[in-house]
T-cell receptor, first 118, second 117 residues
């Protein structure tokens, strides 16, 4: 249980194009979804928090017009990197929260998407 | 603001031995949650164990257990009978329970563990 998928797992795009990454909770309804960015050999950096039906909350320094987040349902959130540039190349990870019996909002993570911008 | 510190960037352990990864945190909150995640070479983040701060009993999950010292703000992970599949990056994470619904994780910088055959 508590499986989160991401699609695509790997994408290469040309500079200036937009890329959409999907995050789905497969066997549960997610209260909230989170988007992270991870550089090689570093920790996860939270980009934004996404609640179904409302606007995402972005962390300081993250451009909301560049990283568009849509949370259309309790099982799907999308991250669109607009007008991508080589510096946007990174590993993007989503997570979804499951409210457990202990009221612990445990995050379950997707497998990640490697974005390479040429 | 809360911070999470993992002071061991890299560690190694012989197969079947026991290893302890350290994590300390700083918070003024009384009600919060702590987690250990592993990230193997596949880069999939996997929940290892979680601890509620209001529980005095240390959490255990098979070969994994924690030593939670609330007063010292310490949350170490012990891996017993280490296996080659335990080779991964391990992240400690702190989460504050908030009625407002904002319950972000704060991650440590990670400890890279290598299990040696």
């Amino acid at each position: 249980g508590a499986v989160v998928s991401q699609h695509p797992s790997w994408v290469i795009c040309k500079s200036g194009t937009s890329v959409k990454i999907e995050c789905r909770s497969l066997d549960f309804q997610a209260t909230t979804m989170f988007w992270y960015r991870q550089f090689p050999k570093q920790s996860l950096m939270l980009m934004a928090t996404s609640n179904e039906g409302s606007k995402a909350t972005y962390e300081q320094g993250v451009e909301k017009d560049k990283f568009l987040i849509n949370h259309a349902s309790l099982t799907l959130s999308t991250l669109t990197v607009t007008s991508a540039h080589p510096e946007d190349s990174s590993f993007y990870i989503c997570s979804a929260t499951l409210r457990s019996s202990g009221r612990t909002y445990t995050q379950y993570f997707g497998p990640g998407t490697r974005l390479t911008v040429l | 603001a809360q911070t999470v510190t993992q002071s061991q960037p890299e560690m190694s352990v012989q197969e079947a031995e026991t290893v302890t990864l350290s994590c300390t945190y700083d918070t003024s909150e009384n009600n919060y949650y702590l987690f250990w995640y592993k990230q193997p070479p596949s880069r999939q983040m996997i929940l290892v164990i979680r601890q509620e701060a209001y529980k005095q009993q240390n959490a255990t999950e098979n070969r994994f257990s924690v030593n939670f010292q609330k007063a010292a703000k310490s949350f170490s992970l012990k891996i017993s009978d280490s296996q080659l599949g335990d080779t991964a990056m391990y992240f400690c994470a702190f989460m504050k329970h908030a009625t407002s619904g904002t319950y972000k994780y704060i991650f440590g910088t990670g400890t890279r563990l290598k299990v040696l055959a």
